[in-house]
Structure formats: C-alpha cells, structure tokens
C-alpha cells in the first residue's frame, strides 16, 4: 500500500495555534502499572512547571501518526496487546538538560515500538524515526540548574526496580491537552 507522507503538524492547527475541531495527531503511548503511575504523577504535579503541566506522566512511543490511519493503528494496538505485559525496569533518573525524567529501559516494549514504526514506515514525522529513550518526564523547560537541583534531590529516593507495562494507548494531540481515544491491557 502507498501512502500519502504524514502532513506537518502545523497543518492540523488553525491560524491562531489552536488545535483544528477536526482530526487530530495520534499519539501512542506504553501504559504504567497502576503504583508507578501514581508516583510519577505525584512527581510530575511537584516538579512540572504548572502552566505547562496539561498531562498525566505517560512514556511515549509514537508522537504524531496521522489521523487518517486511527482504524489500522486501533487494530496494530490490539493485536500487540494480545501478548504477556512487556517487562521493564526503573532504571532512575535521566537528565534531559532543561528537565527530569525517570529513565526506564524495556527490550520488549522497544521491540513492540519497532513493529509499530515498521507498519507505520512512510506515516512517521522525523520525530519518530529513531528509537526512543524510554523515560516519563517529570520536569521539563527549567533552566539547566534547576533540572540538577531536582536530579540531585531525588537521586536518593528514585530506587532501580523491575515492573511490567499494563498496556497500550491512543491519543488525539490537542495543541495542548490528550484527548484520550482508547486504552488496550496486556492479555497475554
């Protein structure tokens, strides 16, 4: 099949910056098991500068697939969740230079992302192209001190564990907010 090259995103907003009413960016991201989750959004609502903190912590694994395809990603989704939850490690902090995350590693679930950037071949935007550095961030656009200030702080309290990813979501991208689409649980 030939697909058109994924539009820029710049073309799915209006004139003032705001998200078009129509389709949106999809988004794809690896879901947290439930005790992770709430502790990287605890970390996330501390450190997160508030007027930009529009999201729960999420790990992202596809950043703008285009819209036109949400049916065949739906489906790319649920067949993937069909296996055993990826297994995964909190490695600790990573440093993002003006931000923190909490740095994560996962064989399986970038396994799973290259399948998903395979199928996808042609649709990615340039953001996409590369395997990512799997993470959660917890704060971002702080001046370089501010990040090793936080990174310094937590290097204590961030222990290395091992945890399995629950599943896989969708999102729509709304210059701004997620608007979420869909959540598939890890059967196998």
């Not at 997160?48 to 999201?55: A, I, Q, T």
């Not at 949400?70 to 490695?91: N, S």
């Amino acid at each position: 099949m030939v697909r058109d090259p994924p539009r820029a995103r710049g073309n799915e907003l209006s004139g003032e910056g705001q998200p078009a009413s129509g389709p949106a960016p999809l988004i794809v991201t690896a879901e947290l098991p439930q005790a992770l989750q709430s502790r990287a959004d605890q970390l996330r609502k501390a450190h997160f500068p508030p007027e930009r903190n529009f999201l729960s912590a999420h790990v992202t694994l596809l950043h703008a697939l285009p819209p036109s395809v949400e049916d065949e990603v739906c489906d790319a989704l649920a067949e993937e969740a069909r296996a055993a939850p990826a297994p995964a490690r909190l490695e600790g902090l990573m440093n993002l230079g003006r931000g923190t995350a909490l740095r994560l590693s996962s064989p399986a679930m970038l396994a799973l992302r290259e399948r998903l950037a395979d199928r996808f071949h042609g649709l990615l935007t340039p953001q996409d192209m590369h395997a990512p550095r799997l993470h959660v961030t917890i704060q971002n656009k702080v001046s370089p001190f501010a990040a090793k200030a936080l990174q310094a702080e937590l290097s204590g309290q961030i222990e290395p564990r091992d945890f399995a990813f629950a599943g896989l979501a969708l999102h729509r991208y709304r210059g701004g907010p997620w608007e979420f689409a869909k959540r598939w649980s890890f059967r196998g």
